[in-house]
């Protein structure tokens, strides 16, 4: 072994103290560095395809951070859904009312609190190239991903409609011409197991063949103490496979992609007055393990897919085709008032009346197509163009129970929508110098719905009463959509970046008329955006770091308002929001052992609309709010954007060491989310308190990566916490993921 000189000791004693001092000062992206090799700590390059091309991440003029490998395997250990990315990199939010389906994404603060499962979101999610575009869609396990890309800011050029605030792509694994897979089998608390893995054929010279999938169930981990309703609560079982098929030749190349999920459950659990009136604090008595309803609980998906991905190479320019179909069926009931009875014989607390709900969807099919050109030469001047068509077709039922007389049904609602949309679109990169480069581009889109509804059965009434014709909305709109960046390369580590985009997001309806005869339309929304950065190597490209300041405005910004005492949601237009920031990343290989990630985003967001006003909650919280024109609202104007904390931060630390002929390994990751808004409306109640979680792993590799061991824990510290409500009936409270931990083994060949 070479014995290091004196001032080559200090010279890296030197580097490590002056990585943790930027560290502390320049916080980064939460994204594992990706292994260094055996005799170097330079971070590797990260790529991404942000712009529909592989390019370096730090060439890309935009705010945007990935995940994959390590990070992702950490996050993910105990078998959590696709929310186990929120605040995992600035500016990223993410929740669910629905447990494991139905997410609900949030960027920069611009997202939708919308429940019903009709509801658009701005955030758009590619997985494999495909819009996902349902929220039920977009739920899909995390498993066998090469790498996640969080895009922060409209991408309304490339990505187009209903992006407004950025969008999240999914990469998943590719077949490659090797013989190759993993296994990796984690058992946890509550009898959790995580079962995951691939394997990777070559068939010939030209095909391959890639199987991979995850199993994950959880016992039963919430009781009802009770002799009615659901006894027992919070287990699940939830499966997803892909397979996919790779045929190349040296001009031609296709990815056949087919897909599955099918999660049985429960859905989320509704907690009657668990909130201390006129504080967000839960109450003394509260017990997670103990759930006393009189209603039921269930929630099942099953959803599948395939898509066709080909590309041509011809001189000068390549042709893309992504063919994509994807269908699902989801249906979730819940004791939505969170309790049992009604008036003096009710609990936990007063409850002044029952309310049962279940919502499904027997049928979603969304079928999209798009065709792209692009160069293919190095020359100065780089083009995309393509056409874009996508089409859904979706039933929403609603279904009301009569909880005191048996949780039978008792009402009945459908809706119906077909959601057609068209594009076309196209983006330039000029490099007018070595240093220097500028891209452009531009979409028209046009967007298309078709929505009935009908309350075939009134909750209360007979079935032949109570009824209602059928309504209709037909909402169209047009839009053109562009954006203008540049980056400029200072030297070989630093590069300068601007960007203006816009981003739209089409019309929307809201037809949840199983308690009222109420629909509403909200008009298109229209956001327009600036942001600047540097992205940089430094401590001889052992360390990266990224800077980005942000400022939007979103005109006609679509809102999801409550309705007070009805359990019933109305979408209104704001004249106008803005949001300005900064996001900040830093990763670093401190020295051969140690490695860190930090993150942190500043999102202050304001509702501009002094005229606006909602129906805030209908269960006497304490509101905050001035009262509005008309009695029983309040006006919203200055409040901060819902579920839109100010500050999101995150940190991760790896030691590792030589130990025999393996590396132990240990390191942590925390992630902090500010206090936010849970409504539109400000209530003493309903302002959820900011919350740090931990995570930790300890393992061993040895035999070359071949083989890992490790230990882990979520919410290590077990925080507890009010993070969403229920607002039109008593103060209904959902908490956080109690803490988990076990064990992981996973194998490579």
């Given at each position: ?21 930027i ?16 005799d170097?700590?330079?971070?590797e ?6 712009n529909?091309?592989?390019e ?7 705010s945007?951070?990935a ?8 996050y993910?250990a ?20 629905f ?7 949030y ?13 658009s979101?701005?955030?758009?999610l ?15 396990p ?24 950025g ?31 691939a394997?990777?054929?070559p ?16 016992d039963?981990?919430v009781?009802?103490p009770?002799?009615t ?39 989320t659990?509704f907690?009657a007055?668990i ?18 309803t ?16 080909l ?13 994509a179909?994807?269908?699902?069926k989801?249906y ?13 014989t ?7 009346f ?21 160069s ?15 089409n859904?077709?979706i039933q ?9 007389g048996g949780n ?5 609602a ?35 719905k ?16 109570g ?26 580590s ?6 203006v ?16 005869d109420t629909?509403?339309?909200a ?8 942001e ?14 990224s800077?980005?300041?942000f400022?939007?405005?979103a005109?006609?910004l679509?809102?999801?308002?409550g ?9 209104v237009?704001a ?6 920031g900064?996001e ?5 290989n ?8 930090v ?5 202050d967001?304001?509702?501009?609309d ?24 309040v ?12 500050w999101v931060?995150?940190f ?12 132990l ?7 902090y ?14 302002k ?6 931990g995570?930790?792993?300890v ?18 510290t077990?925080?507890?916490q009010?993070i ?5 009936n008593?103060?209904?409270g959902?908490?956080?993921e109690p ?11």
């Open positions: 072994m070479q014995k290091l000189s004196s001032h080559s000791v200090l010279k890296v004693q030197a580097r490590s103290l002056i990585a943790l001092a560290a502390s000062a320049f916080p980064m992206q939460s994204a594992w560095a990706q292994e260094a090799s055996n170097t700590t330079k971070l390059t990260v790529i991404v395809t942000a529909r091309r592989a370096n991440i730090k060439e890309v003029p935009m945007i951070s995940i994959k490998g390590e990070a992702l395997d950490t993910n105990s078998g959590q859904d696709i929310r186990f990315l929120s605040a995992r990199v600035p500016s990223l939010n993410i929740e669910s009312d447990g494991r389906s139905f997410p609900r994404f960027i920069r603060g611009l997202g939708n609190t919308d429940f019903d499962l009709n509801a979101q701005p955030v758009g590619i997985f494999d190239d495909v819009v996902q575009e349902s929220p039920i869609l977009k739920g899909f995390v498993f066998d991903v090469d790498q996640v890309e969080i895009l922060r800011g409209p991408q309304g050029t490339l990505f187009g409609r209903n992006s407004p605030a969008v999240l792509k999914f990469d998943s694994a590719k077949p490659t011409n090797r013989f190759e897979g993993y296994g990796s089998l984690g058992y946890g608390n509550n009898n959790a197991v995580n079962l995951e893995g394997i990777n054929v068939l010939s010279k030209e095909w391959a063949m890639r199987f991979s999938g995850q199993a994950q169930s959880r039963d981990r009781t009802n009770r002799s309703g659901e006894k027992n609560l919070e287990g699940y079982r939830d499966n997803a496979a892909r397979l996919q098929f790779s045929y190349k030749t040296s001009d031609f190349s296709a990815l056949i992609n087919l897909h599955g999920r099918d999660m049985s459950g429960n859905a659990l907690r007055n909130i201390q009136k006129g504080t967000n604090n839960l109450v003394p008595s509260f017990d997670y393990g103990t759930y006393p009189d209603g039921l609980n269930t929630q099942t998906l099953t959803s599948s897919g395939a898509s066709l991905r590309r041509w190479d011809l001189p000068g320019m390549s042709v893309y085709s992504i063919t179909y994807d269908k699902a989801f979730s009931r819940a004791d939505v008032d969170g309790g049992y009875g009604v008036g003096a009710s609990g936990p607390g007063f409850i002044p029952p309310s049962e709900t279940a919502d499904g969807l027997p049928y979603l099919r969304q079928i999209t197509q798009e065709v792209r050109v692009e293919n030469t190095k020359d100065p001047l780089q083009w995309i163009a393509g056409l874009y068509y996508f859904e077709k929403v039922d609603s279904f009301d129970y009569n909880t005191l039978v049904l008792d009402g009945y459908v809706q119906h929508q077909n959601a057609k949309s068209y594009a076309a679109f196209g983006s330039l990169n000029y490099a007018v110098s070595d240093q220097f480069k500028v891209r452009a581009g531009m979409r028209y889109t046009k967007d298309n078709d929505f009935d509804a009908q309350r075939q059965w009134t909750p209360g009434k007979a079935i032949s009463a009824g209602t014709s059928i309504l209709t909305e037909n909402p169209s709109a047009s839009n053109i959509t562009w954006d203008l960046s540049g980056n400029y390369a200072l030297d070989k630093t590069n300068l970046f601007a960007r985009a816009t981003g739209y997001r089409a019309p929307s309806i809201q037809g949840r008329i199983l308690f009222a629909r509403s339309v008009q298109s929304e229209k956001n327009l955006s600036f600047a950065g540097i992205k940089k190597d430094i401590l001889d490209n052992t360390a990266r770091v800077a980005t300041v400022h939007y405005t005109k006609d679509q809102l999801t308002a309705s007070g005492s009805v359990n019933q949601n109305k979408l237009n004249d106008k929001a803005v949001g300005q900064f900040l990343d830093l990763q670093a401190l020295n051969r052992n140690w490695k860190t990630t993150g942190v985003s500043y999102n967001t304001e509702i501009k002094d005229k606006l006003f909602v129906a805030p909650c209908g269960n006497g919280c304490t509101v905050t709010n001035t009262k509005g024109p008309v009695a029983g609202t006006l919203i104007g200055g409040n901060p954007l819902p579920r839109a904390p100010k931060g995150n991760s630390l790896k030691y590792s060491t030589q130990i025999g002929a393996g590396t390994y240990a390191n942590t990751d925390w992630a989310k500010d206090s936010y808004n849970m409504f539109l409306y400000e209530a003493k109640e309903y959820a308190k900011s919350m740090l979680e995570g930790l792993r393992g061993y590799v040895w035999a070359d990566g071949k083989y890992e061991l490790a230990a882990y824990g979520r919410n290590i077990n925080k507890q009010v969403a409500a229920i607002d039109f008593n103060l209904t959902i908490v956080n803490r988990s931990y076990g064990v992981q083994f996973k194998a490579n060949f």
